[in-house]
Every structure is written in C-alpha cells, then in structure tokens.
C-alpha cells in the first residue's frame, strides 16, 4: 500500500468535493475504499451516492424543492468527512506511523481500564478520578505531594493523547474540556499542552467540534492557553480554507467572535508572527555560514574585552556593554551585523533556530507533548538541576530568568536547560553569573514594556509558540507524519476566514505597508493590487505597487503602475522609477526623455545628472554624455568610479590620449578586471596588440573574470574595435594568442 498515493488521493477528492465535482470525486473515493479494513465505510459511500442520484434527478427533472440546498451542503460534507475517515484507516493500517501505534497501546489501555476515560462525564472511573483528584484536600496547588503530582502528571498524559488521537469530538470531549475548565486546579502549564493536542487533532483530520473548543479556550483569556488556542485556530482555519465555504456555520463562530474586543488584533498578530517564519531558515543560513565564523576568528578579542565582572558592575544597569564598540572597531559590518540581528530579536524573529538544532536529541524530545510543553520553574527537567552540585544553589534564579526571558522559545529553554548539567563546571558557574544578571535586566524590561506596549505579553507567547510548532516541524522525530505548514507560503492573509474577520481596507492597507517594510514584496503587492481595484486615485497605492513589482523584476508592470501614479501626482520619484524601468526593459530613448523632463525641475540633482549621463551613453549620444560626466566629476572630485565611463567615451569616440590619461587616472585607486579590458581595447585601437594581450591576460589572471566571460566580452565589444580602425581579421588572432598564453601560462 503506496501511503504517499492515499495522501495525495484525499487531497484530489478533498479539492473536488470544495469545486463540487462530486462525480469525480466518487470514481477516486471508490479506489480509496478498496483497501479500508472497515466494511462499513462502503455501505456509507453507496448511501452517499444515492443521495447525489435524487438530488441529480430532482433537478433535471425540474422538481422544485426547497430544502435541496441544504441537502446538497450536508452530502458535500458528508462525503469530506467519509474521506477523511477512509485516510485515517488506511494510515492507522498500513503506515507504520508512530501516531497508529501510540493510538492502539491507548485504546487497548482504555479497554484494560474497562472504557474510554471521556467517554462520558458521568463515567464513574473517569469522574471520580479526576474529581477526587482535584478536590483532595491532601493536594495543595503550589507544593503538590509527589505521588499526586505523578498522578495528574500520568493523567494529563492520557488527557492530551486522547484529545490528539481522537478523529471526531462529541459529548464526552466538550465534557472532558468544561469540567478542566472549570475545576480551578489544572494548572496553566497543563491546559496550554491540551489546546496543542486539539490543534494537531485538527489538522490531522477536519472537526469543527474542536474549533468550537479552541474558542471556549481562547475566550477565558487564561494567559499562555488564550494564545494558543487562538495561534491554532489560525493555523487550522488556513490550513482548511478551501473547506470553510461548506461550513458557513464556522465563519458566522468566527465572526461572532471578532464582535469581542481585541480579537481582530491578535489574529493579525499571529499571522505576521507565523509569516515572520518565512525567514528562519534563510536567518540559520546566515547564522552558520556568515555570523559564527566571524564569532570564532574574533574570539580571542571577546574573551579579552568582555570581562564578566565588569559586566556585572555598573555598566549593566542599562542593559548595554559598551565595550562591544571597542571590540568591534576594527569590524563595522560585524556591529551592524549583531546590530541588525538584535533588531529582528526584539521583533520576534526566530534568530535561535540554528544555535539550537543540535540539541533536540535528548530523552525528553522523544515524547510527543514535551515539544509543546511551555516552560516553567516547576517542571522535572528543572528539578533534576537541584541535585548538581554547582547549578542546584541558584536553580532558582536560572529557572525563574529562563521562564521570564522573551526571546528564547518554550523548546529551546528546554533544550539548555538539558544541555547544562553536561557542561564543565567553570561554564556552569559562567551560566549562572549570565541568568543572574538576565534576570535583572528582564524585571527593568517587563517593567518599562507593561509601560509602553500593553500587548507585549501577548506577542510575546505568540512568537515563543511559533518558534515551538516550527521546531517541532523541522527537527521532531514526528515530523514526517505531519503536514509540515511552514512550506506552504503562509499566506494567510488571503484566506477566508481573515477577509472575513480582518478584510477591512484599514487593515489590509496596514498589513501591506507591514510586509513592504520587511520587504515581503509578493505578499505586500498582492495586497495592494486589490486595493486598486477598488481605488483608482491613489498615487502612493500605485506607486508602492509598482515598487514591489520592481524589485521582483517585473519592469513591464511595475512601469504599468508608475505611469499611473504619474498621472495623478507626477513626483520626480515617480518619474526617476520610471525612468529606471525604462532602461531595464532596453528602452533607451524613451528613458533619456524622462530624465531630461526630471532634470528640468531638479537641475543641481548629482544623481538625476549622473543619470541622465547614463542615459546619453545608452543612446550613443558620448558627446552630451561626456559633458554631464564631467559636471559630476568637477562637483564630486573625489568620486574615483566617474573616471570610468568618462574614460570609455573617450576610447569610443577616438581620442586616444585623453581615454589613455583617464585609464591612468583610475590605476592610481585600483583597475578592475572590466579596467584592464577597456585598457586592451585603447591599446588595439592605437595599433598596439602585444600592449593589448598583456592588459587581456592581466585581466584574465586576476580571476575577476571566466574565459567564458572574457570571450563574451570581447565579442560584444568587436563592433565598437572595428568602427575605431581595428583590422578585423585581427580580433579572432588576438583573441586565440591570448587564450593559448593563458593556457601556457597556467600549465606551467
């Protein structure tokens, strides 16, 4: 049994039944159930077909009946829901998965235990266990004994297995749920591992049930399960889009829902923290191959210059150590580099994932629900840290910093708290100064953030959620068994359920200009192109579009977009935009007319001049383009790179020795490969070919440039020797003596 085929056969049928191809999706949904173990699941797909038979006669035959509507939207559900039973039978059967095999030692516990444990809330065992538990006055809920707390650790182990394992909620689930909602003695910890099992239950299989869940969840507001439940409703309701039109009793939950205050802004929270995801692995890249390189060759410098003590003294109050500009003087990019990574730190960005990815192999992640485990000072993996001899006298502070510290994910706390009773003592007391100061710099930040930015807290346990699921995705031992969302382009903006909810032109005109800043350009532009169909007058609207088609090389369309903008407002940004795309898509003249229109108003603009050079160089106009060359040299004397075309116009136009004067000019700074071309061309030009070889070699041995490119170069460029009085049948020669001296050369 191929499984990658079931899978993608659920999603064939799944995208017929949303396009109501249902006769389609019956031919593949019959292939599906030829390898069920459940006979059953064929009696329902015949009912199924029978039913889609009368509503197919009812209609051609005209019967007029009112209620079809409603019919048709139950069969289309119904046969969703068959197909996605179908899937999980066969997976149950014939995967081999980790998530079956956990299932079946479940309900063979549940059968030894004599029943489902939810199965009802007035079941006895389930009741009783769990009241009693509870209520016991033997339990304190801040210093558990230790048999109890094995006990509700043991039950909210088969808790959160159940609410992932089961297919469909029904009573017993909604029970299970309001009596851990209302007990008052699950702790917060326990609770936000539950909205986690519902979420992977979701989806893995499609219940609106559990949405109706997630919500109660979300509207008691019980901080770090609120935020789960509502970053998994997001997720889910993306992930089903294609669904929700079938179930307009979702969307009316949801918009009920958005009625509450604050609801709105969180969602879009979550997603420009989900979309902030994009860019992890692009940040890990950099990470390993550009940023811990440096790190280890500047390590000697920052073992001298960053003195704990003196960290700890004074210069910590405000939370900066000035001796990084002193360390880093000698490697400016290096401080903009921490700079800039410190910058997407403070707005979520997940700048961890690599410096953490070597640590997941630890016992710990081997079980399921600890990789959505938040992290608290009470945990187990912390209590074992009292028993180390140098960490066990300031767990206390270690843990209390690692729970309070915002940039760290759930996970990755976990990860160094695991890691560090492996480390050699001298680094553990290293790791103890660092958390003690930590820990003073946060009560500083918490203090000033509560101040300015009431929402903190809130994104906060968003974007450490993020970064948990993504982890559990990426480097989970689970992860091929899950639907991993972060491939998809998580667009999540362009979903159902948030035009519906957050579809204001208010908000998605905040959410485009959002993405433009982060330089999202795709998803900011598919933003605004919708604007525009409904706002014609808007300059900054096209303008922005036709930036990000720009920097997506689309110079056609984004000149489409600044004309327009032109039209309304003729800015001479808009106009040099313009002008820019013009000479992109190799329409030269028509570039130089918009820049001559540009200069007219901006006539001491060093830019719009240099420019405008350019553009007179494109059009072969070398004479005007020389004089505006000039006006850029005479006002900015030091700038070396105006040397260049000044140089080349001289060579084009003939006049040998002020091209030749210009070339020295420029050996005085540094000759580019590109240099020592041109410097071979003056040389062919004045009837010197030894001169010229020399200068072609010298640019091929520098390694600037491939023979290929060499090659390429001189081609294009044979026209311009030819029309200057270089015999012709002397290029292919040159050309030759200067590859076979290369090759010479390099052989010996």
């Not at 899978?7 to 191809?21: A, D, E, F, T």
């Not at 048709?72 to 039973?85: A, G, M, N, V």
């Amino acid at each position: 049994m191929n499984i990658s085929t079931v899978i993608l056969q659920h999603k064939q049928v799944c995208n017929l039944v949303v396009r109501r191809k249902v006769k389609q999706s019956f031919d593949i949904l019959a292939d599906m159930l030829q390898h069920v173990s459940f006979g059953g699941f064929r009696d329902e797909f015949s009912e199924l077909q029978m039913t889609y038979r009368n509503i197919l006669n009812y209609t051609v035959e005209g019967i007029n009946d009112p209620g079809r509507p409603k019919v048709y939207l139950r069969l289309l559900q119904s046969i969703l829901r068959l197909t996605d039973r179908v899937k999980q039978d066969i997976l149950t059967h014939h995967s081999g998965w980790y998530t079956y095999s956990v299932r079946a030692i479940e309900e063979k516990e549940e059968r030894l235990r004599g029943g489902n444990i939810v199965q009802s809330v007035d079941d006895l065992f389930f009741k009783t266990r769990l009241d009693d538990l509870l209520s016991s006055a033997e339990i304190k809920k801040q210093e558990p004994g230790r048999e109890q707390k094995e006990e509700m650790e043991r039950l909210s182990g088969i808790i959160f297995k159940h609410l992932w394992l089961s297919d469909f909620y029904g009573d017993a689930e909604e029970s299970l749920i309001d009596i851990l909602r209302r007990s008052g003695r699950i702790e917060w910890h326990e609770m936000a591992t539950f909205v986690s099992a519902i979420t992977l239950s979701s989806l893995r299989i499609w219940d609106p049930t559990k949405l109706k869940l997630l919500v109660k969840l979300y509207k008691d507001k019980t901080p770090h399960v609120s935020e789960r439940a509502i970053t998994g409703l997001v997720l889910i309701l993306y992930y089903y889009d294609d669904r929700l039109s079938l179930y307009p009793e979702v969307l009316q939950m949801m918009k009920d829902l958005a009625a509450r205050g604050g609801f709105r802004e969180q969602t879009r929270t979550v997603v420009l923290q989900t979309i902030k995801s994009r860019d992890t692995e692009k940040l890990s890249r950099r990470m390993h191959d550009e940023i811990l390189p440096r790190v280890v060759k500047l390590r000697p410098r920052i073992e001298e210059k960053l003195d704990l003590d003196a960290i700890l003294g004074e210069s910590m109050e405000d939370g900066r150590n000035p001796d990084w500009s002193d360390m880093f003087r000698d490697n400016e990019e290096m401080f903009k580099t921490m700079e800039e990574l410190t910058n997407l730190q403070m707005e979520g960005s997940d700048v961890y994932m690599s410096a953490f990815s070597g640590l997941k192999k630890f016992d710990f992640f081997r079980e399921l629900r600890n990789w959505f485990m938040p992290f608290y000072p009470d945990h187990e993996a912390v209590d074992e840290i009292f028993r180390d001899e140098i960490l066990g006298p300031g767990i206390n502070e270690l843990a209390e910093a690692l729970f309070k510290t915002p940039f760290i994910c759930n996970s990755d706390k976990y990860s160094l708290i695991l890691n560090m009773k492996h480390l050699p003592a001298e680094q553990k007391s290293m790791m103890l100064k660092v958390f003690r100061m930590e820990l003073e710099g946060l009560e500083q930040m918490k203090y000033d953030s509560d101040l300015t930015d009431p929402a903190a807290v809130f994104r906060t346990t968003i974007t450490q959620y993020i970064h948990d699921l993504y982890r559990f995705y990426k480097l989970s031992d689970f992860k091929n068994e899950f639907d991993d969302l972060f491939l998809s382009r998580l667009d999540i903006y362009n979903s159902l359920f948030y035009r519906e909810i957050c579809g204001s032109e208010s908000d998605s005109r905040s959410l485009a200009d959002y993405f433009f800043s982060k330089e999202y350009y795709d998803d900011a532009l598919s933003i605004y192109l919708k604007g525009l169909a409904s706002v014609t007058d808007d300059a900054q609207l096209y303008e922005k579009a036709g930036y990000c088609y720009q920097k997506t090389g689309e110079y056609e369309k984004a000149l489409e977009k600044y004309s327009m903008a032109s039209i309304i407002d003729p800015k001479p940004w808009t106009l040099k935009k313009m002008g820019l795309c013009l000479r992109k898509l190799g329409r030269h003249q028509e570039a130089l007319k918009v820049y001559l229109r540009i200069l007219k108003s901006e006539p001491d603009d060093l830019n719009t001049i240099l420019v405008t050079a350019h553009c007179y160089l494109d059009t072969g106009s070398y004479e005007k383009a020389l004089k505006h060359y000039f006006r850029i040299e005479y006002e900015n004397p030091g700038n070396v790179k105006v040397l260049r075309p000044i140089a080349w116009c001289y060579l084009v136009t003939g006049k040998y020795s002020e091209a030749e004067r210009y070339f020295e000019r420029l050996a005085e700074d540094s000759l580019t490969h590109h240099d020592k071309i041109n410097i071979g061309h003056l040389a062919l030009c004045q009837g010197n070919p030894q001169r010229a070889a020399e200068s072609y070699l010298s640019a091929l041995a520098d390694g600037g440039i491939t023979v290929a490119a060499f090659t390429s170069v001189f081609s294009e460029d044979s026209s311009l020797l030819i029309k200057n009085g270089v015999n012709p049948e002397d290029l292919p020669i040159v050309l030759d003596y200067v590859l076979m001296s290369l090759e010479s050369r390099n052989q010996g």
